[in-house]
């Protein structure tokens, strides 16, 4: 772990530390925590064998110090959310949405250079598939919060929600994602156009197909079978040959 990135976890650890202490609701500030207890450790301990740049490091970061705000107050009760909320005249607290913004807007980076340096996609795949990937999370995110009301305390579960009385919230919420991460993809897009002399080859290599390219489905499939059978087969006649000179070793002498 660099220095920088020692600072950086001070600084989550600090708020972690503030958000802690007197939360506003403290059953919704345990909510809140269960994906911080489970993700902070796997970004800490994968880190020691893939380490992400200080660029994705740093995101992170900002989107839970924002998270760790929200878990302090509830989403619904963050006081600048309701600053936000004076000033375009909104009928909610704002902050919720500013959150699930930010997720899009903070953590496609990161989710981009995962499937760049792993997934080795390049030109359009590298903008796509990131933004496709953040939504899917965002989605995830709304089934575990309807879950949760579902299964824990009423009052903290509806906290834990933030839906604010409205029906449609949890679609704004992903609409909300998404569009942070089409603004973050875009960015990065005109980021490379700029810089990156061999933008558009590499968006238009991208949809190249191999010569040496075949379907899958049922194409893949038969040859799938077709090599278990050889496997089997190939099994099958080792088998025989050893039982063949086995009878052979014990067979009695005239």
Known sequence: ???????????????????????????DWLL????VFIFVPIIFFTGKYFKLSNVSY???TIFMVLHLIGSHYTYAEVPFGYTLQDLFNAERNMYD?????????????PVREIF?????????????????????FSALYEIIEWLTVLTSDPSAGIAF??????????QKDMLAAGIGALIAMTVIALINLKYNKRFWKEFKTSFK??????PLGEVKLRELIKEKVAIQKERLKKISEKSTNSKKRVQPRN
């Open 161 to 170: 929600l933030g839906a604010q009385g409205d029906i449609w919230d949890a």
């Open 97 to 109: 949405r500013i959150v699930h913004f930010s997720f899009g807007f903070l953590l496609a980076y």
């Open 32 to 35: 809140e925590n269960l994906l």
């Open 209 to 214: 197909i191999e010569k040496n390219d075949e």
């Open 116 to 136: 760049l340096r792993i997934g080795k996609v390049k030109g359009f795949w590298g903008y796509y598939l990131p933004l496709d990937l953040t939504l899917s």
């Open 1 to 27: 772990m660099t220095r920088y990135q020692k600072t950086l976890f001070v600084i989550f650890l600090g708020v972690w530390l503030w958000a802690a202490i007197n939360p506003v609701y403290p059953d």
């Open 58 to 60: 740093t995101l992170i």
